[in-house]
């Protein structure tokens, strides 16, 4: 148990330590994006039984898309794919996938929380979904001619009969307490569970913090080297491919130094090779010395000559 909740906070850490903006700015997106949906897009139908679903898909279908999509454009998705396709699981461990499933899920959580907040602090969505089910004796004044659902539903437009439009008001505001009391649970709620996952890491990791940190930003940099390395390589492959196809190749001025500094460069790389610094992996140790990716385990056996 103490062994899975150390490389399950490791991967937390890597979480809350990550320099990647791509969460900052997927806030910021959804935060656009629901106010632009809200005023331009959402009109409540004020119809009985269709008000209920149309207000919940307007809270929880896009939440599921920016779900799905936070997956999908996730990396340690396709790490993890890579890990099943190339390893066939053999070298996956239970808490390894855990770990890294909680970590996919962590980041890609952060918009739909996001849109379902903005939503509840909103209330336009609540409002039209629950004024069918509203209760008028609850209401101050309680109204003696009890509406049914039928003209309940037609609060959120303010289209209601004569006899009934002085309480108008007095259901959205309602009913905007409710969600917006919602909204704060749910804001407090994940302030919470943020603070009790930090305090667990700071408790049970078994590096210490400047090692962590350390770990952070290597794999931060190797993820921004590599990728870069990668797109000068594949130019230079292209180029080799395209001169000898044409007998000349069309390169600006920058890339021809850039392809010229490229001295001693693998004209090809073997499948064998990419596989074995694709994957998952987690933090460890031979003979105490760190190893923290794959590409570093590849290095120092390499290197090595024993593997």
């Excluded at 490791?10 to 806030?27: E, R």
């Excluded at 935060?31 to 009109?43: E, K, M, S």
């Excluded at 890294?100 to 996001?114: D, E, K, Q």
């Excluded at 140790?285 to 024993?306: A, F, G, H, Q, V």
Aim: charged letters at 20%; proline letters at 4%.
């Amino acid at each position: 148990m103490s062994a899975f909740l150390s490389e399950y906070i490791k991967f937390i850490a890597l979480y809350f330590k990550n320099k990647d903006v791509m969460v900052f700015h997927g806030l910021i997106g959804t935060v656009v994006g629901q106010t632009a949906y809200n005023i331009l897009a959402f009109h409540c139908l004020c119809s009985p039984k269709k008000n209920y679903l149309y207000g919940l898909a307007a809270i929880d279908v896009p939440a599921l898309a920016f779900f799905v999509n936070g997956v999908m454009l996730n990396q340690n998705t396709w790490d993890i794919v890579s890990e099943c396709q190339t390893r066939r699981y053999r070298k996956l461990s239970l808490t390894a996938a855990f770990a890294l499933l909680g970590s996919i899920v962590g980041r890609a959580v952060v918009a739909p929380v996001t849109w379902t907040v903005i939503s509840l602090l909103r209330g336009e969505a609540y409002v039209c979904a629950f004024s069918e089910f509203m209760n008028p004796s609850s209401l101050d004044g309680f109204i003696s001619t009890t509406p049914g659902p039928e003209i309940m539903a037609l609060f959120p437009c303010k289209d209601v009969p004569t006899p009934f439009m002085n309480y108008s008001g007095e259901v959205e505001r309602q009913l905007k307490y409710e969600s917006q009391l919602l909204g704060w649970l749910l804001v407090g709620i994940i302030s919470l569970a943020v603070f009790l996952l930090l305090c667990l890491k700071h408790c049970c990791s078994t590096l210490g913090y400047q090692q962590e940190a350390y770990w952070s930003q290597y794999r931060s940099s190797e993820q921004t080297l590599f990728q870069r390395t990668a797109d000068v390589h594949a130019k230079y492959l292209a180029a080799e491919c395209v001169k000898s196809f044409f007998g000349f190749v069309a390169l600006e001025d920058q890339e021809k130094q850039l392809l010229a500094d490229c001295k001693g460069i693998k004209s090809v790389i073997p499948r064998k090779e990419w596989n074995r610094v694709t994957g998952v992996y987690m933090y460890r140790e031979t003979n105490d010395t760190p190893i923290y990716s794959r590409l570093n385990k590849w290095d120092m056996c390499t290197k090595e000559n024993n593997c």
